[in-house]
């Protein structure tokens, strides 16, 4: 008994020795000087993100000490971007628009070139990939103008429709090249063959699921 009680009082000298020693940790006096009361008296804020992310460890790792020293930026620096009037990749798209949101060339080659010879190529042969794009060239069924026509307006599987892009005299051209210099029909196409087959909207479905 006499040892149990002796046991008993040690474990509680240990823990009201533990908690005093805790209560001392927390407890300071007021005029001890700290980070966070530095902080407070220069008005230092902590939540600049961006120029932690420009002056701070990430930017330092790769700056060169002339960087270093230079005074802060974004982290996304624009300047060296290109004017939209200077931008290359816009011109190149204006060139082949013609500086509109559409087709403006009745032409029937270029518009091909532009507009299809991505995926069948520029000699109609078609190919394999990712998907399967037939070759127009020395194909019979290029014989039908209608068919063409049709395909253009309406879209067929993975092909787009052009019914939005492409007036009549444009998609009259455009079949045109396709029946003549890819095959060596002699069918003429006229804008007058596109405006039997065009309707106001194109259907909502996939021509083929019919």
């Keep these: 008994m006499r040892e149990m009680t002796l046991k008993l009082l040690t474990v509680m000298l240990l823990g009201a020795m533990s ?4 209560l001392g940790c927390s407890q300071q006096s007021d005029d001890v000087e700290t980070v966070a009361s530095e902080q407070e008296k ?4 902590t939540d600049d993100y961006q120029a932690s992310r420009n002056t701070g460890a990430w930017g330092g790792v790769y700056m060169s000490r002339e960087e270093l020293t230079a005074p802060p930026i974004n982290i996304v620096d624009n300047s060296s971007l290109p004017t939209m009037d200077n931008d ?6 204006d060139a082949k628009f013609e500086g509109t949101n559409g087709f403006v060339t009745t032409d029937g080659a270029k518009l091909y070139h532009d507009s299809c010879a991505a995926c069948h190529m520029h ?11 037939p070759p127009l060239a020395n194909n019979s069924k290029m014989q039908s103008k209608y068919y063409i026509i049709d395909i253009l307006i309406n879209g067929f599987r993975g092909m787009p429709s052009f019914h939005g892009m492409m007036n009549n005299e444009q998609i009259a051209a455009v079949t045109q090249y396709v029946v003549s210099d890819l095959n060596g029909f002699t069918d003429t196409v006229t804008a007058e063959d596109v405006a039997e087959l065009r309707h106001v909207n194109p259907p909502a479905g996939d021509p083929s699921d019919d």
């Design 19 to 22: 908690s005093a020693a805790l």
């Design 42 to 45: 220069e008005g230092i804020t």
């Design 88 to 93: 290359p990749s816009i011109a190149k798209w």
């Design 123 to 133: 000699k109609g042969e078609g190919a394999y990939g990712a998907g399967y794009y």
